[in-house]
């Protein structure tokens, strides 16, 4: 075998390992949050939920808002441009709460309803999440807890997949609490990478102070380079390691769907400046890339099996070692066989989505 392929493939399965090593400390080293039941507090909190053509969904997430154990936060409901029943059902629905408001959106895009909400809301702490989402009762309460706890500029909070019957969405459900364990791994080492609007808290100070750096050229990314932004100014951010302050959103149902999706997140990693995400993300990308040319030429030198089955099975040994770390928590079952399953696919998604992100627009909707 010639050493140009095979030294930088053992360097980069180096990186990858000390990278999943860090993710692993970071999340031990991250306390899990009690909840204290029944005890409120006297914080204001703004719950804002964009929303563009959502009547199917709206509604079931208005009703776990409703049932919160705890009920004086202000509900913001954004419609962007909805050409469904959207703006119906949050007129018939608001009612329902203490305080509600109802806007139009100005702009187009999820990151300018966003930004329009926050320009209004009365809240200290900023509360984000989407329509598709079902946030456990306790959700709010939980953060508000933790908030007076732990006073952070920004607070990344847990998701996962509602899973179904189906090995697509069990593989998707395995994957994604990957990427959100890998979040709050990365939280805990003190080198916050990732997060998700789907369940996010932030002060509205950072953000009002972070606002000139989200990118408002990105349509996405409104989670991601509020983290970055209050990070390079050395902000306070954690995750809040409770399964009270879940929220559960559904798997892609399609293929198509699900690459759609990836699509539109790599599209804005162009705009990244941190070196710490960049790393991540090169490792992750050149692993698999670099397993996908390793079983090629295998083909035309059978040498190069040896190096393809090392890069496999330590690659698949270590992302098995991390995933048993965070599996109660993320309710993860059958681990050792969806993974390895997984683990046969990944490569090649994560490759044909990164160059498809790159050379992509995305869009909301």
């Given at each position: 075998m010639s050493g140009f392929i095979v030294f930088p493939s053992l360097l980069v399965l180096f990186l990858y390992v000390a990278l999943v090593i860090i993710f692993i400390t970071g999340w031990l080293r991250t306390p899990y949050f009690p909840v204290e039941k029944h005890k409120t507090s006297g914080q204001k909190i703004s719950v804002v939920i964009a929303c563009?053509?959502?009547?199917?969904?709206?509604?079931?997430?208005?009703?776990?808002?409703?049932?919160?154990?705890?009920?004086?936060?202000?509900?913001?409901?954004?419609?962007?441009?909805?050409?469904?029943?959207?703006?119906?059902?949050?007129?018939?629905?608001?009612?329902?709460?203490?305080?509600v408001i109802i806007i139009d959106a100005e702009g187009y895009g999820k990151k300018q309803a966003i930004r329009q909400a926050v320009g209004i809301a009365k809240g200290e702490l900023i509360v984000t999440t989407d329509a598709d989402c079902r946030p456990e009762p306790t959700w709010i309460e939980t953060i508000w807890q933790f908030q007076q706890k732990f006073p952070s500029d920004l607070i990344i909070c847990p998701?996962?997949?509602?899973?179904?019957?189906?090995?697509?969405?069990?593989?998707?459900?395995?994957?994604?609490?990957?990427?959100?364990?890998?979040?709050?791994?990365?939280?805990?080492?003190?080198?916050?990478?990732?997060?998700?609007g789907a369940n996010l808290a932030f002060t509205k100070k950072a953000w009002l102070e972070n606002q000139a750096d989200l990118h408002v050229e990105e349509i996405s990314g409104d989670d991601v380079f509020l983290l970055l932004a209050i990070k390079k100014r050395k902000g306070t951010i954690r995750f809040l390691k409770s399964a009270n302050a879940f929220v559960s959103t559904p798997a892609s149902p399609t293929i198509k769907s699900f690459i759609r999706q990836r699509k539109r997140w790599v599209s804005k990693s162009t705009?990244?400046?941190?070196?710490?995400?960049?790393?991540?993300?090169?490792?992750?990308?050149?692993i698999s890339l670099l397993e996908?040319?390793?079983?090629?030429?295998?083909?035309?030198?059978?040498?190069?099996?040896?190096?393809?089955?090392?890069?496999?099975?330590?690659?698949?040994?270590?992302?098995?070692?991390?995933?048993?770390?965070?599996?109660?928590?993320?309710?993860l079952?059958?681990?050792?066989?969806?993974?390895?399953?997984?683990?046969?696919?990944?490569?090649?998604?994560?490759?044909?989505?990164?160059?498809?992100?790159?050379?992509?627009?995305?869009h909301w909707k």
């Open positions: 563009r053509n959502e009547e199917s969904d709206l509604k079931k997430l208005l009703d776990a808002l409703q049932n919160q154990s705890v009920k004086n936060f202000e509900l913001i409901l954004v419609n962007d441009h909805s050409t469904d029943a959207t703006k119906a059902i949050m007129d018939s629905e608001q009612s329902k709460f203490q305080n998701v996962k997949f509602s899973t179904g019957d189906t090995l697509f969405s069990k593989l998707q459900a395995l994957e994604f609490a990957t990427l959100v364990a890998s979040g709050a791994g990365a939280a805990g080492a003190a080198m916050p990478i990732l997060c998700n705009a990244y400046s941190d070196w710490q995400i960049i790393l991540t993300a090169c490792a992750v990308f050149s996908i040319v390793s079983l090629i030429l295998l083909f035309f030198n059978g040498k190069f099996a040896v190096l393809f089955i090392i890069l496999f099975i330590v690659k698949y040994l270590t992302d098995l070692f991390f995933l048993s770390r965070v599996r109660l928590f993320f309710n079952r059958n681990l050792s066989l969806n993974s390895f399953i997984l683990s046969l696919f990944y490569p090649f998604y994560i490759v044909i989505t990164a160059l498809a992100g790159f050379g992509g627009k995305a």
